[in-house]
């Protein structure tokens, strides 16, 4: 039996790798690898692709959690319900 394979980053690479190539060499000549043109371009093409006002661009995976908690208002003692990775309810 053959595993199918999900994901071919390699092969997804070579597809557009011109494109690629020049948009990382192009940040990486202008020297500015947070925030910058090329950050606030993303940001607009993924609020227009999801239909939302605005998208926010996050260093982490933890910023991500952590921002649209603090835009609603949840601070330190707030309450969030949340599924635990065997899909019962729990709290933090």
Same mark, same amino acid.
């Given at each position: 039996m053959n595993p199918?394979?999900?994901v071919n980053p390699? &092969? =997804?690479?070579?597809?557009?790798? &011109? =494109?690629l190539d020049a948009a990382v060499l192009a940040v990486l000549a202008s020297g500015r690898y947070i925030l910058g043109p090329e950050g606030d371009a993303l940001e607009k093409e993924l609020a227009a692709?999801?239909?939302a006002a605005h998208a926010v661009?996050?260093?982490s995976g933890t910023d991500a959690l952590h921002l649209?908690?603090?835009a609603a208002g949840i601070g330190p003692g707030g309450d969030v319900v949340v599924v635990s990775s065997d899909g019962t309810r729990g709290g933090s």
């Open positions: 199918i394979q999900m390699a &092969a =997804e690479y070579r597809l557009m790798q &011109a =494109e692709y999801l239909g661009g996050c260093n649209p908690l603090v």
